[in-house]
């Protein structure tokens, strides 16, 4: 199975693999499943930004990040060893939404699928821009670390406004914040990922680096 | 403005990335600097009005009461009043120049994909612009928009609070769309309505992407086009951000902006006053010519332009009580699902605009009006027409409306002209002229022409240009008159050639108290469009009036190829409308009559496996054979509680439970129609109030709970999300509903919740609250005072189950 369509019934805390289950309910899982991921493929116009930063740990135990300064053990712990940081924006834009909107009114069944569908299309969108500024990090002779979200541990939501600021997110994709630091277009991610002159040791990345291990959506460890 | 028809007229270029330069520090908001350092920000003036600009644009981009309110270190009156100042002594000391007050976007996006209320923007703006006015600024620039909604809300704004000129510019990406959708057409068609000097585009793009959009533009528009792009496209060095393309290549592409009829250059990001002053060089002396009068009668909704004129126009009329009881039901029921349902349903037929008329006696039609239409814009991306005879019904739908909208209608009679085209002149519009006055409807052609004519003439001096007019000629029965097609037709045809004024008809009127309408109605649609008819207000979900169009448009040289009539035809011989290739984004239509559905399953089975469609129609097949509550209990109930049953031990997953229920839903629907008919009105197990709370706008988890709690059989009173704690106080407290349940998504909601639970405890003491939401736990709940957190959506039926037992039951 390809690794949207597996994320997207992940999202929906869907394993398929229940004995009692029958079998017209999973083939009716996966064949909606995949309906509105070509549906929320379609609808997505995905865009991003980035912008390097210096990165200082200072005395008192807060980040210096160029765009802002915040204490956050959890992204001090991901930016350990590193000298820079590449902030990053990245949204499926205002479509998407209007397409849970419609569904969430007219149908919500689907709306609930398109929901994990569109999560699924975004991480994969950002997976694939942080492959390439990996290469590039490398073949520069540095090294990047996985992206880490304000909102995640102990990263503040409320380094939010500085770091689209930093990005002219607004001005250039379109993300807004509202008056509760809640991202609009919804389908929209921010980050921070270190920049270090040394390769990290064997790194975990999204779902197994986090620390809520009983979370339902966590991903099977295989 | 005089100087524009003379010669090419110039604006300045970037300033927040000059401001960085001269040491405002990263992060700092630019406009501080008006207060701060104003010999700066005046002297930036001073060099662009030096490198020869005309018109320089005061430092207030992003000046507004969010980011400057009036109790903060620096009060919004200061900062752009000293802007406008700085602006002001730099034009003195050039000697010559203009200032524009520079008007950005909020920061906010509005609601519904954000949390900023339309009026909210709209007051935002017009505060700037007072303030703006008063200090002296010679016009209003609202630009870098990337939001036709917010777009409206400034360029509204700057003409309610100003009598200065407006120009209005968006930003396009490389596809030629705004960030919100829309095109150079939507765009061009809401800024003309509403009457702006000067429309163009600026920022996104640099002079070579930006060229095809222009070129697109300058098509289209009727108004004097204003171009200022980046100095090409950015990219990040060293954590600075630069453009790729220097001022001698920038003034060469803006050179040939001006050769294509460009009438205004300007610059925006990474622009300097080098890159202005070479652009004015090559620029200065290039013929200048206004743009023709396009004469294109445009609607538009936020992303859509529909052209009415050229390829007939669908308009759909099932948004409309007349004659319908089911939907006067819907109206009274405050049902608004009932209402999207319908809009949906058209587009999915093919129809190019929705006609929305919610008028009965005994509803608030202002506000439902007004509501219908942003709950039908917040869903549908069609344009709508506004249907009501109530001036203030009217304004106010036009008002919130996100585009420009079809307005239906005004008529010869002085009162009517006096009330309807104001507004239109106001807030644009394409309005619909009956050609009936104060003696009637004229019984021949040539006394309707006249009415058209005087019409007309009376919009003329309002400012309405004719192809914003589109004259209906009336359709009357012909069981009444047997001559009346006959007249309808010809005054559509010499309205066309007299007068060259485009043509509406509501065509199904013609077969009023006739049998089998949709003979006669289809033959007199092939007729008028055989006249020349250009809008047909019809019901598209009539398979008659659809094939008329298609073949219309493919016997008369509208459909090339005849793609359309094949594509719709080819694979369905019997043409189910369902079968086109409408819309794949659209949701899915209703169960119709005749659609396919397996056979062989029963209500309980296809309950349980969520088909919606054969749900519905085992339902009727049932209701032939027995009684309706007893359908209800044997077969919904067992179905719904298996599935509620499998989904709590994890053999049924969400959207399955979800399917279930709205299959359970749509034969909920069948069978309540028959008891309405029988007299018997189902009762409902009690109120539950929903709502997101205040400041969230993840909403799909309450409405996850309402299709549950539904099914259940209790009335959900759904108060939307983005609520306002005294909002929900007050809805509780006037039904004395007794359950309330409140969602929020993020930690940085949960307190607002908190404050509805505390506010809820003081207005409507009796009501209990039940909470859920991704960041909620059972302690984070009773922390805040909840009196149940629901898991999952089951849970918290159980909870309604608890609290509003003793109700009648199903």
């Given at each position: 199975m390809?690794?949207?369509l597996?994320?997207?019934?992940?999202?929906?805390?869907?394993?398929?693999?229940?004995?009692?289950?029958?079998?017209?309910?999973?083939?009716?899982?996966?064949?909606?499943?995949?309906?509105?991921?070509?549906?929320?493929?379609?609808?997505?116009?995905?865009?991003?930004?980035?912008?390097?930063?210096?990165?200082?740990f200072?005395?008192?135990?807060r980040?210096?990040l160029g765009?802002?300064q915040t204490?956050?053990q959890?992204?001090?712990?991901?930016?350990?060893?590193?000298?820079g940081?590449?902030?990053?924006?990245?949204?499926?834009?205002?479509e998407t939404?209007?397409?849970l909107g419609?569904?969430?009114?007219?149908?919500?069944?689907?709306?609930?699928?398109?929901?994990?569908a569109a999560?699924?299309?975004?991480?994969?969108?950002?997976?694939q821009?942080?492959?390439?500024k990996?290469?590039?990090?490398?073949?520069?002779?540095?090294?990047?670390r996985?992206?880490?979200?304000?909102?995640?541990?102990?990263?503040s939501?409320?380094?939010?406004?500085?770091?689209?600021?930093g990005l002219e997110?607004?001005?250039?994709?379109?993300?807004?914040?509202t008056?509760?630091?809640?991202?609009?277009p919804?389908?929209?991610?921010t980050?921070a990922?270190?920049?270090?002159?040394v390769?990290?040791?064997?790194?975990?990345?999204?779902?197994?680096?986090?620390?809520?291990?009983?979370?339902?959506?966590?991903?099977?460890?295989? | 403005?005089?100087?524009?028809r003379k010669r090419?007229?110039f604006?300045?270029g970037?300033?927040?990335?000059?401001l960085q330069?001269?040491?405002?520090?990263?992060?700092?908001?630019?406009?501080?600097?008006?207060?701060?350092r104003?010999?700066?920000?005046r002297q930036?003036h001073?060099?662009y009005l030096?490198?020869?600009?005309?018109?320089?644009?005061?430092?207030?981009?992003?000046?507004?009461?969010?980011?400057?309110?009036?109790?903060?270190d620096?009060p919004?009156?200061?900062?752009?009043?000293?802007?406008?100042?700085?602006?002001?002594?730099a034009?003195?000391?050039?000697?010559?120049?203009a200032?524009a007050?520079d008007?950005?976007p909020t920061?906010?996006?509005l609601?519904?994909?954000?949390?900023?209320?339309?009026?909210?923007?709209?007051?935002?703006?017009?505060?700037?612009?007072?303030i703006?006015a008063?200090a002296g600024?010679?016009?209003?620039?609202?630009?870098?928009?990337?939001?036709?909604?917010?777009?409206?809300?400034?360029?509204?704004?700057?003409?309610?609070?100003?009598?200065?000129?407006?120009?209005?510019?968006?930003?396009?990406?490389?596809?030629?769309?705004?960030?919100?959708?829309?095109?150079?057409?939507?765009?061009?068609?809401?800024?003309?309505?509403?009457?702006?000097?000067?429309l163009?585009?600026?920022?996104?793009l640099?002079?070579?992407?930006?060229?095809a959009?222009?070129?697109e533009?300058?098509?289209?528009?009727?108004t004097p086009?204003?171009?200022?792009?980046?100095?090409?496209?950015p990219?990040?060095?060293?954590g600075k951000?630069?453009y790729?393309?220097?001022?001698?290549?920038?003034a060469a592409?803006?050179?040939e902006?001006?050769r294509?009829?460009?009438?205004?250059l300007?610059?925006?990001?990474?622009?300097?006053?080098?890159?202005?002053r070479?652009m004015?060089?090559r620029c200065?002396?290039?013929?200048?010519?206004?743009?023709?009068e396009?004469?294109?009668?445009?609607?538009?909704?936020?992303?859509?332009?529909?052209?009415?004129?050229?390829?007939?126009?669908?308009?759909?009329e099932?948004?409309?009580?007349?004659?319908?009881s089911?939907?006067k039901?819907a109206?009274?029921d405050?049902?608004?699902?009932?209402?999207?349902?319908?809009?949906?349903?058209?587009?999915d037929?093919?129809?190019?605009?929705?006609?929305?008329?919610?008028?009965?006696?005994?509803?608030?039609e202002?506000?439902?009006?007004e509501e219908?239409?942003?709950?039908?814009?917040?869903v549908?991306?069609l344009?709508l027409?506004?249907?009501?005879?109530?001036p203030?019904a009217?304004e106010?739908a036009l008002?919130?409306?996100?585009?420009?909208?079809?307005?239906?209608?005004v008529?010869g009679?002085?009162?009517?002209?006096?009330?309807v085209?104001?507004l239109?002149?106001?807030?644009?519009g394409?309005?619909?002229?009956?050609?009936?006055?104060?003696?009637?409807?004229?019984e021949?052609?040539?006394?309707?022409?006249r009415?058209?004519?005087?019409?007309?003439?009376?919009a003329?001096?309002?400012?309405?240009?004719?192809?914003?007019?589109?004259?209906?000629?009336?359709?009357?029965?012909?069981?009444?008159?047997?001559?009346s097609?006959?007249?309808t037709?010809e005054t559509?045809?010499?309205?066309?050639?007299?007068?060259?004024v485009?043509?509406i008809?509501?065509?199904?009127n013609?077969?009023?108290?006739?049998?089998?309408?949709?003979?006669?109605?289809?033959?007199f649609?092939?007729?008028?469009?055989?006249?020349g008819?250009?809008?047909?207000?019809?019901?598209?979900?009539?398979?008659?009036?659809?094939?008329v169009?298609?073949?219309?448009r493919?016997?008369?040289?509208?459909?090339?190829?005849?793609?359309?009539?094949?594509r719709?035809?080819?694979?369905?011989?019997?043409?189910?409308?369902?079968g086109?290739?409408?819309g794949?984004?659209?949701?899915?239509?209703?169960?119709?009559?005749?659609?396919?559905?397996?056979?062989?399953?029963?209500?309980?089975?296809?309950?349980?496996?969520?088909?919606?469609?054969?749900a519905?129609?085992?339902?009727?097949?049932?209701l032939?054979?027995r009684?309706?509550?007893?359908?209800?209990?044997?077969?919904?109930?067992?179905?719904?509680?298996?599935?509620?049953?499998?989904?709590?031990?994890?053999?049924?997953f969400?959207?399955?439970?979800?399917?279930s229920?709205e299959?359970?839903?749509?034969?909920?629907?069948?069978i309540?129609?028959?008891?309405?008919?029988?007299?018997?009105?189902?009762e409902?197990r009690?109120?539950?109030?929903?709502?997101t709370?205040k400041?969230?706008?993840?909403?799909?988890?309450?409405n996850?709970?309402?299709?549950?709690l539904e099914?259940?059989?209790f009335r959900?009173l759904d108060l939307?999300?983005?609520?306002?704690?005294?909002?929900?106080a007050?809805?509780?407290?006037?039904?004395?509903?007794?359950?309330v349940?409140?969602?929020?998504?993020?930690?940085?909601?949960?307190?607002?919740?908190e404050?509805?639970?505390?506010?809820?405890?003081?207005?409507?003491?009796w009501a209990?609250?039940?909470?859920?939401?991704?960041?909620?736990?059972?302690?984070?709940?009773?922390?805040i005072?909840a009196?149940?957190?629901?898991?999952?959506?089951?849970?918290?039926?159980k909870?309604?189950?608890?609290?509003?037992?003793?109700g009648?039951?199903l």
């Amino acid at each position: 199975m390809e690794k949207e369509l597996r994320e997207t019934l992940r999202y929906l805390g869907y394993r398929g693999r229940t004995e009692q289950e029958p079998e017209t309910g999973r083939q009716q899982m996966l064949a909606l499943a995949e309906d509105c991921l070509r549906e929320a493929r379609q609808a997505a116009r995905p865009r991003c930004l980035w912008k390097e930063q210096p990165l200082q740990f200072l005395e008192d135990g807060r980040l210096d990040l160029g765009l802002f300064q915040t204490r956050s053990q959890a992204l001090a712990k991901s930016l350990k060893d590193c000298t820079g940081v590449l902030f990053f924006a990245a949204t499926l834009g205002a479509e998407t939404d209007r397409l849970l909107g419609r569904y969430g009114r007219l149908q919500v069944s689907r709306a609930v699928v398109l929901q994990a569908a569109a999560a699924a299309v975004l991480e994969a969108y950002c997976d694939q821009v942080f492959e390439e500024k990996k290469k590039e990090y490398e073949s520069r002779g540095q090294f990047l670390r996985p992206r880490f979200s304000p909102g995640y541990g102990d990263f503040s939501l409320e380094c939010q406004p500085a770091l689209l600021a930093g990005l002219e997110a607004g001005k250039r994709i379109g993300i807004t914040l509202t008056g509760r630091y809640l991202m609009a277009p919804s389908k929209s991610v921010t980050a921070a990922a270190g920049i270090s002159p040394v390769p990290a040791g064997c790194v975990t990345e999204g779902c197994e680096a986090c620390g809520k291990t009983d979370c339902a959506y966590r991903r099977d460890e295989a | 403005m005089e100087e524009i028809r003379k010669r090419k007229v110039f604006l300045d270029g970037g300033m927040g990335s000059l401001l960085q330069e001269r040491g405002l520090p990263a992060g700092q908001l630019p406009e501080t600097w008006n207060l701060q350092r104003p010999e700066v920000v005046r002297q930036i003036h001073l060099e662009y009005l030096q490198a020869g600009c005309d018109i320089v644009t005061a430092n207030t981009f992003g000046a507004n009461g969010l980011k400057f309110p009036a109790d903060g270190d620096m009060p919004l009156e200061q900062v752009v009043t000293a802007a406008v100042a700085c602006a002001k002594d730099a034009v003195r000391a050039a000697g010559h120049g203009a200032v524009a007050l520079d008007l950005g976007p909020t920061g906010r996006l509005l609601r519904p994909l954000g949390d900023l209320d339309f009026e909210d923007a709209c007051r935002l703006y017009g505060e700037v612009v007072r303030i703006g006015a008063r200090a002296g600024a010679d016009l209003i620039l609202a630009e870098t928009m990337s939001d036709s909604y917010e777009l409206k809300a400034a360029v509204l704004a700057a003409k309610e609070h100003s009598d200065l000129p407006v120009f209005a510019t968006v930003v396009f990406d490389g596809s030629g769309k705004l960030l919100t959708g829309g095109s150079a057409a939507s765009v061009t068609a809401l800024l003309e309505g509403l009457g702006v000097d000067v429309l163009g585009i600026n920022c996104g793009l640099g002079p070579v992407q930006m060229k095809a959009i222009v070129r697109e533009m300058l098509e289209v528009s009727s108004t004097p086009v204003l171009v200022s792009p980046n100095a090409g496209l950015p990219r990040s060095e060293h954590g600075k951000t630069v453009y790729d393309i220097d001022a001698d290549a920038f003034a060469a592409e803006m050179e040939e902006m001006g050769r294509i009829g460009v009438q205004l250059l300007g610059g925006c990001c990474g622009t300097t006053p080098e890159h202005i002053r070479k652009m004015i060089r090559r620029c200065r002396n290039l013929p200048q010519a206004l743009p023709e009068e396009k004469n294109r009668t445009v609607v538009t909704s936020y992303s859509q332009a529909v052209q009415i004129g050229g390829q007939p126009v669908i308009i759909g009329e099932r948004i409309n009580p007349t004659g319908k009881s089911r939907f006067k039901q819907a109206l009274r029921d405050h049902d608004m699902e009932y209402i999207l349902r319908e809009g949906a349903a058209q587009q999915d037929w093919g129809a190019h605009v929705l006609d929305v008329n919610v008028g009965l006696p005994e509803i608030d039609e202002p506000s439902f009006m007004e509501e219908t239409v942003r709950e039908l814009q917040s869903v549908l991306d069609l344009p709508l027409q506004i249907d009501t005879s109530d001036p203030e019904a009217m304004e106010r739908a036009l008002r919130i409306y996100n585009g420009k909208a079809l307005i239906n209608s005004v008529n010869g009679k002085q009162e009517s002209m006096d009330a309807v085209f104001p507004l239109v002149k106001k807030y644009g519009g394409v309005v619909v002229a009956l050609t009936l006055d104060e003696n009637g409807i004229p019984e021949t052609a040539e006394g309707r022409l006249r009415i058209a004519k005087a019409i007309c003439r009376r919009a003329e001096e309002y400012g309405i240009r004719r192809c914003d007019l589109l004259i209906d000629a009336l359709c009357l029965t012909v069981s009444a008159d047997s001559r009346s097609a006959r007249t309808t037709l010809e005054t559509v045809r010499r309205v066309k050639e007299e007068l060259g004024v485009g043509t509406i008809l509501g065509v199904s009127n013609i077969s009023f108290g006739l049998p089998q309408r949709e003979n006669l109605n289809s033959t007199f649609f092939a007729m008028a469009l055989h006249s020349g008819l250009d809008a047909a207000i019809i019901n598209p979900g009539s398979e008659a009036m659809m094939r008329v169009y298609s073949s219309f448009r493919a016997l008369s040289d509208l459909d090339p190829h005849c793609g359309d009539y094949i594509r719709r035809y080819a694979v369905q011989p019997g043409g189910n409308p369902e079968g086109t290739s409408q819309g794949a984004s659209a949701p899915k239509p209703l169960p119709a009559a005749g659609q396919p559905a397996k056979r062989d399953l029963t209500l309980q089975e296809s309950i349980v496996r969520g088909l919606r469609e054969r749900a519905a129609q085992a339902a009727e097949e049932e209701l032939r054979a027995r009684d309706a509550l007893a359908i209800i209990s044997e077969e919904m109930i067992p179905a719904l509680d298996q599935v509620g049953q499998g989904f709590e031990k994890g053999t049924f997953f969400l959207p399955q439970l979800l399917m279930s229920a709205e299959a359970a839903k749509a034969a909920f629907a069948v069978i309540r129609e028959r008891l309405e008919q029988s007299g018997t009105r189902q009762e409902s197990r009690g109120t539950v109030i929903l709502a997101t709370v205040k400041g969230d706008i993840h909403d799909i988890g309450k409405n996850i709970v309402k299709v549950l709690l539904e099914n259940y059989s209790f009335r959900v009173l759904d108060l939307g999300k983005d609520v306002a704690p005294e909002a929900i106080a007050e809805a509780a407290a006037k039904d004395q509903v007794k359950l309330v349940g409140l969602s929020a998504l993020m930690t940085t909601t949960v307190p607002s919740m908190e404050d509805t639970i505390r506010l809820l405890r003081k207005e409507a003491p009796w009501a209990k609250v039940m909470v859920g939401g991704a960041v909620l736990t059972e302690e984070y709940a009773a922390s805040i005072g909840a009196d149940r957190y629901c898991r999952d959506a089951m849970a918290s039926v159980k909870y309604a189950q608890e609290v509003l037992d003793g109700g009648d039951g199903l």
